[in-house]
C-alpha cells in the first residue's frame, strides 16, 4: 500500500519568507508526527498528532512554527518568517493507534533551503 | 535526562564480514528501542523493534538486535555485509513518562561496506 507522503521534495525560500510543507501519512494512522534532521543535530521530535486529542507540541523550536492535521488525515507544517537556521530536512511520520509499541513509518521528507 | 548514544559516527566492514552498529540506551523505566536505516535522499525505514521477551530480535534485511539490559545497550548486527547495506542507521528510544510516543534519536552511524 501507500507509504507516508511528502510534499514539496525541495524547498528553497529567500530569509523571512513562509513555507507550508504537506503530510500525508498512512491511511488509517491516527498518530502523527514531525521530526527535523540537521546537520550534526541528528533527528529532533517536533510536534505529534492523536486523532482529535489535542497535539503535543512541545517539540517546535519557536513560535514561527506551528502545524495543523485537517480531518485526522493531511498535516500541515508552517514555518513564518524563515531563517537560515531552519534549513534542514523536515520529516513526518505516522503509525497505527495509540500502542506503545507500534513502529513510526517515515516519510522521504522535505529538504529546505533557506538562503 | 532520557537520551540514546551511538558512539561511533562511521564503521568500516568488509563485505561479507559481520558487522556491529553499537546504541547504547539511557531510559526511565522500561525501554522500548528501534532502530532504523536511511538511505541517500530517503526517508528513515523501521528495521526491528525491542519491546519485550527475547533479548535477540531479528528484523528486516537480515538484521538482528541484541538488547543487553545490564549494559543499557541495543546493538544491530549481521551476521554477513551487503554492500548494499551502506547507509546510515538511527538507534530511538520511545519517550517514557510523556503522552506521546515520541521518538528519541542518536546522531546516527554512517555504515560503509567495501566490495
Known amino acids: 500500500g501507500a507509504g507516508v507522503s511528502q510534499s514539496p521534495s525541495n524547498k528553497v525560500t529567500e530569509k523571512g519568507k513562509d513555507v507550508e510543507l504537506r503530510c500525508d501519512p498512512i491511511s488509517g494512522h491516527t498518530a502523527l508526527y514531525w521530526y527535523r534532521q540537521s546537520l550534526g543535530q541528528g533527528l529532533e521530535f517536533l510536534i505529534y498528532f492523536q486523532g482529535n486529542s489535542a497535539p503535543d507540541k512541545s517539540g517546535l523550536p519557536s513560535d514561527r512554527f506551528s502545524a495543523e492535521r485537517t480531518g485526522g488525515s493531511v498535516s500541515t507544517l508552517t514555518i513564518q518568517r524563515t531563517q537560515q537556521e531552519d534549513s534542514a530536512v523536515y520529516l513526518c511520520?505516522?503509525?497505527?493507534?495509540?500502542?506503545?509499541?507500534?513502529?513510526?513509518?517515515f516519510g522521504p521528507g522535505t529538504r529546505l533551503t533557506v538562503l | 535526562a532520557q537520551s540514546v548514544a551511538q558512539p561511533e559516527d562511521q564503521v568500516n566492514v568488509a563485505e561479507g564480514n559481520p558487522l556491529t552498529v553499537k546504541c547504547t540506551y539511557s531510559v526511565s523505566g522500561n525501554p522500548y528501542l528501534f532502530w532504523y536505516v536511511q538511505y541517500p535522499n530517503r526517508g528513515l525505514q523501521f528495521l526491528l523493534k525491542?519491546?519485550?521477551?527475547?533479548?535477540l530480535v531479528k528484523g528486516s534485511y537480515g538484521f538482528e538486535a541484541e538488547f543487553n539490559k545490564s549494559q543499557t545497550s541495543f546493538h544491530l548486527k549481521k551476521p554477513s555485509a551487503l554492500v548494499s547495506d551502506s547507509a546510515l542507521y538511527f538507534c530511538a528510544v520511545r519517550e517514557n513518562g510523556g503522552a506521546t510516543n515520541k521518538l528519541i534519536f542518536g546522531t546516527g552511524t554512517l555504515l560503509a561496506v567495501q566490495p
Open positions: 525491542y519491546i519485550t521477551g527475547d533479548n
Open positions: 511520520a505516522s503509525s497505527y493507534g495509540r500502542s506503545t509499541y507500534n513502529e513510526q513509518f
